[in-house]
């Protein structure tokens, strides 16, 4: 907790948020250890460019997705729907995933063998568990040691392709293609580098990407969606543009959630019109609030953590207290989210206030015919004839 409250409180330092001559005195401190972190980046970017350190090459084609920023782009629903495009493609797919804030020590860490999920959430983090959850039929694993993580999915499970998980950062190993999400409801915070701003690195280096996907665009005006646009293409006008939406796709209770069974999801228009306490531990809450009040909720209370906040007995009594507390119909919370609550909370069926998961889905909208040519080049490589099976399957899965 004290490591939350720590990085909350740098959050509004940097952002403006504390005032007096302390925050001032340490954004000043800030900004010094920025302008180092710069420069330690640009001198490991131009190792690598000069050949001075050697990339790691993998015998498959490596998909990175990442983002120049810190947290919230929706990275994970894109992850999920990625791999299950190049799967449903006919291409065997694993995902290489770090494994934030993951309890395993193990140098490789097998979330999912595509068939059964061998790590709880603790163990793999709660992104890395979550692809697994809804990822059938695709390895998912993690390690801080990409390389081998990759080497090894190549040996035990056959694949073609591997995606790199938050790679964009990840120079040591060679991609095929490197994909940058940028989040059109927050895109690059304050635009300094940590840890003065959320940025991982000057905003310059989006020269690397070989495609942008906007996310959340149905969250923002036309305007500045088209200002955006505008200056990724002075950054990098070779890069592909590609818009995407967050859309809803189911609403389950907590314990049928965890079991995927039982009764029939809750559809859209149910919590039309209905209180609700949403409470997350994301990113980007506010994205995650905008959905629900676009599904036709009301959202009465909101109840915050940080990112990968991991969820105790007494977090949970507390959020049941605030939805009694504002007479609610029903808490909402993510998926993200889902992972973390206790196996305590999630077998006692009693409680006052029905608790429902939302489920997204990332629906790939303008630039998306672009983008499947980018990654039919890639992946299809190996193809010595066309494949229109695969054009069409890749085609359907985006569309």
Not at 69 to 76: A, E, I, S
Not at 154 to 170: A, C, K, P, T
Request: glycine letters at 8%; proline letters at 5%.
């Amino acid at each position: 907790m004290k490591r939350e409250a720590l990085n909350t409180y740098l959050y509004e330092v940097v952002h403006g948020k504390q005032k007096g001559l302390g925050p001032m005195v340490l954004k000043a401190i800030l900004y010094g250890l920025s302008l180092i972190y710069c420069a330690l980046v640009s001198l490991s970017l131009a190792l690598y460019r000069y050949k001075i350190l050697s990339k790691e090459c993998l015998p498959c084609k490596v998909i990175s997705l990442g983002n120049i920023t810190v947290g919230g782009t929706g990275k994970t629903p894109t992850a999920q729907a990625l791999a299950a495009l190049i799967r449903d493609a006919g291409y065997k797919v694993a995902i290489l995933n770090r494994g934030y804030r993951a309890q395993s020590k193990d140098g490789i860490g097998i979330v999912s063998d595509g068939e059964k999920i061998h790590m709880t959430a603790e163990e793999a983090g709660d992104e890395a568990y979550l692809l697994a959850k809804n990822l059938p039929g695709v390895p998912v694993l993690i390690g801080k040691q990409r390389a081998r993580t990759g080497r090894y999915a190549v040996q035990q499970f056959g694949v073609d392709v591997v995606i790199l998980d938050d790679g964009y950062q990840h120079w040591r190993l060679h991609r095929d293609l490197d994909i940058v999400l940028v989040d059109a409801t927050n895109t690059f915070g304050n635009k300094y580098v940590l840890p003065r701003g959320t940025l991982r690195e000057p905003l310059r280096n989006l020269r690397r990407a070989n495609a942008f996907l906007l996310t959340k665009v149905d969250q923002t005006d036309c305007a500045a969606k088209e200002r955006l646009k505008r200056y990724l293409r002075q950054i990098n006008p070779k890069a592909v543009i590609t818009e995407s939406v967050h859309n809803p796709k189911y609403l389950y209770r907590l314990d049928q959630w965890f079991n995927r069974g039982g009764s029939r999801p809750f559809s859209v228009p149910e919590i039309a019109n209905k209180q609700l306490l949403n409470f997350s531990g994301i990113g980007n809450p506010k994205s995650f609030e905008n959905t629900l009040v676009n599904m036709g909720g009301v959202c009465t209370a909101t109840v915050r953590y940080p990112d990968h906040h991991v969820y105790t007995l007494d977090d949970m009594h507390h959020i049941m207290q605030q939805a009694l507390k504002h007479k609610v119909d029903f808490i909402v919370t993510t998926e993200k989210d889902a992972v973390k609550i206790p196996p305590g909370f999630v077998r006692d069926v009693d409680w006052p206030v029905p608790m429902l998961i939302l489920g997204i889905e990332v629906k790939m909208t303008v630039g998306s015919k672009e983008l499947i040519e980018v990654i039919h080049n890639v992946v299809g490589k190996r193809e010595t004839t066309p494949n229109t099976k695969v054009d069409r399957t890749i085609e359907r899965s985006i569309n």
